[in-house]
T-cell receptor, first 115, second 113 residues
């Protein structure tokens, strides 16, 4: 079974609108961490936001927020007020337990922001 | 200051050759990683190295060997390169505790001809 599933290979959003990128995860370990990374066309991987499995509140970082629904095992990324520079690939990832080798990435969502 | 750096950024070589990619981090992190990103953008962890303990992903061919001279460096050596090794290789590091957020290097695009 896939550990991380991103069902949206590509998405479009109008500039200044909000967009939600979906991510579901699969683990039976009570301790895990969820991450979102951005990969622009230049290729680097940029850390955006983190949510721990025991965190009570949804994580927020500027225009990024993580909609964490533990019972549904979903960790959707919400980008508010989209900007042209948000056009990139977005990867959801999970660290399972505390095994340093158990770090899994989803297949990514390509976001295009239209002017 | 670059937090995680990799050299070279591009590497073009012939099948059968041996090559190395170097990685350095100045974040004081305890754990370092190598990832492979294939042409479909799928990222897969290859190795992690935490406090001198190497954890190898079982699916990685033994032609790939990481070498860590010290905590700040984790190099990747690849023997007998094959066409299928063409990919972007990312180095990353993390504290190895707490949130354990991984910070990535810029990537090395390897092309095997």
């Amino acid at each position: 079974a896939q550990k991380i599933t991103q069902t949206q290979p590509g998405m479009f959003v109008q500039e200044k609108e909000a967009v939600t990128l979906d991510c579901t995860y699969d683990t039976s370990d009570p301790s895990y961490g969820l991450f979102w990374y951005k990969q622009p066309s230049s290729g680097e991987m940029i850390f955006l936001i983190y949510q721990g499995s025991y965190d009570q509140q949804n994580a927020t970082e500027g225009r990024y927020s993580l909609n964490f629904q533990k019972a549904r095992k979903s960790a959707n990324l919400v980008i508010s007020a989209s900007q042209l520079g948000d056009s990139a690939m977005y990867f959801c990832a999970m660290r399972e337990g505390w095994n340093f080798n158990k770090f899994y990435f989803g297949s990514g969502t390509k976001l295009n922001v239209k002017p | 200051d670059t937090a995680v750096s990799q050299t070279p950024k591009y590497l073009v070589t012939q099948m059968g050759n041996d090559k190395s990619i170097k990685c350095e981090q100045n974040l004081g992190h305890d754990t370092m990683y190598w990832y492979k990103q294939d042409s479909k953008k799928f990222l897969k962890i290859m190795f992690s190295y935490n406090n001198k303990e190497l954890i190898i992903n079982e699916t990685v061919p033994n032609r790939f060997s990481p070498k860590s001279p010290d905590k700040a460096h984790l190099n990747l050596h690849i023997n007998s390169l094959e066409l299928g090794d063409s990919a972007v290789y990312f180095c990353a590091s993390s504290q190895g505790r707490g949130t354990d957020t991984q910070y990535f290097g810029p990537g090395t695009r390897l092309t095997v001809l």
